[in-house]
């Protein structure tokens, strides 16, 4: 009897390109250039990016040549995206084509993708949100309105039935062994403060965030707590308030300032896997927008997030959202806690300190806890090259 026939083995890697607009801050560039080395190094893909500022790409990776047009940086082609024809005029299109969070594919390109043999299999990656609907909008397709061409919603989500968020296959090993190392941790303290590791007595803090009128009631309430505070600020847009509180000209890197049971340290902005780090070291993490607030997750701490702001309080729905997942397994009177500090620290009151420390034992496993229930939904540049196959095919 004759052997059923077999699929040739795919002999050369999927073609991949992602467009990135950098709106503002880093999260557009931050997601993108994760998601690209994932696709690379996990999956073999080939892979170009579009990047419409190097600049704020350089901030995330020093190899980043703000110089020069393309260039090649590890396994990925990266392209200065500066002129909106040039992507469709000069190159070949891509097997899978990223539209990262809307940001217009150039006219040119499109029209390249209708030429093409094969149509690309095309997505449009959304923001993170964990509200319900995501999961009934993810991998929605949309036809295109004048060519033969259909483009896919990627939404990123917290729950089941979504793209889920971005994960390397080594995050948790490298989490582990950094934790595990005592001389790891004491040569990061030295590197980033010039100082040994704290006692573990003290609470140690990283601070990232938005400018945020909220946070001199909480620089007052850790320079008048009992135990220390140890707070870690890279250098960002919420370093002048740190300034104005310690009465110095400025918190730039390197910048060391005590007051009361507050002492703290000013860091340099990092890339990617140093902020990792940062988040390791630190007991309890103050993050914002996208890629700090998913880093925050696998880190297995208590955290606590300033969304995006945006108009008419639209982004409160999916603040709530994120701690719907968060925090619906803590006892009810730590997760009052935990949606009080959120939303004070948004804009909505007056962030206590003493009563979101009142449950950090729970808040703690409860961290531990979501990282695992997060993995369950897969992360998303698997679970985007697992549908991209499928359409191959």
Not at 57 to 69: C, G, M, Q, R, S
Not at 86 to 107: K, S
Not at 127 to 136: I, K, N, P, T
């Amino acid at each position: 009897m004759p052997s059923a026939p077999t699929q040739p083995a795919q002999t050369t890697a999927i073609a991949c390109d992602i467009f990135c607009a950098v709106i503002d801050n880093f999260g557009d560039i931050g997601v993108c250039w994760r998601l690209a080395r994932q696709l690379a190094g996990e999956h073999g893909w080939q892979v170009r990016m579009f990047v419409d500022d190097l600049h704020a790409f350089h901030k995330l990776n020093p190899l980043v040549d703000v110089k020069h047009a393309r260039q090649t940086i590890g396994d990925i082609v990266v392209e200065h995206w500066h002129e909106p024809a040039h992507a469709g005029d000069t190159l070949e299109v891509a097997d899978v084509v990223i539209e990262a969070f809307a940001c217009e594919l150039p006219h040119a390109y499109i029209a390249a993708m209708a030429r093409r043999e094969r149509a690309p299999v095309w997505f449009n990656l959304e923001y993170l949100s964990g509200e319900d609907w995501v999961a009934d909008f993810h991998l929605r397709p949309s036809p295109h309105p004048r060519h033969a061409l259909m483009k896919t919603f990627f939404f990123p989500g917290l729950g089941k039935g979504t793209g889920g968020v971005l994960k390397e296959r080594n995050l948790d090993a490298r989490r582990a062994a950094f934790e595990a190392s005592p001389d790891a941790r004491a040569a990061w303290w030295q590197t980033k403060t010039s100082s040994a590791p704290p006692t573990q007595h003290a609470t140690v803090v990283s601070l990232f965030a938005y400018e945020n009128p909220a946070v001199d009631s909480l620089l007052e309430q850790w320079r008048d707590a009992r135990g220390e505070i140890v707070l870690l600020v890279p250098e960002g847009r919420i370093s002048g308030a740190v300034a104005r509180f310690f009465g110095l000209p400025s918190f730039a890197a390197g910048a060391h300032a005590t007051r009361g049971s507050l002492r703290a340290h000013a860091l340099a902005f990092t890339e990617q896997p140093g902020y990792d780090e940062l988040l390791w070291v630190s007991d309890i993490n103050f993050v914002r927008g996208e890629d700090s607030f998913v880093r925050a997750q696998w880190a297995a701490r208590p955290f606590v997030w300033h969304i995006y702001p945006q108009a008419d309080d639209a982004h409160l729905p999916k603040l709530d959202a994120a701690l719907a997942h968060y925090a619906h397994a803590l006892p009810a009177a730590a997760r009052a806690a935990l949606s009080r500090f959120w939303h004070a620290w948004n804009g909505n009151g007056t962030p206590d300190w003493a009563d979101l420390q009142r449950h950090r034992p729970l808040l703690d496993a409860r961290a531990a806890a979501w990282a695992h229930e997060l993995a369950s939904v897969g992360d998303l540049a698997g679970n985007l090259a697992e549908f991209a196959k499928t359409q191959l095919k």
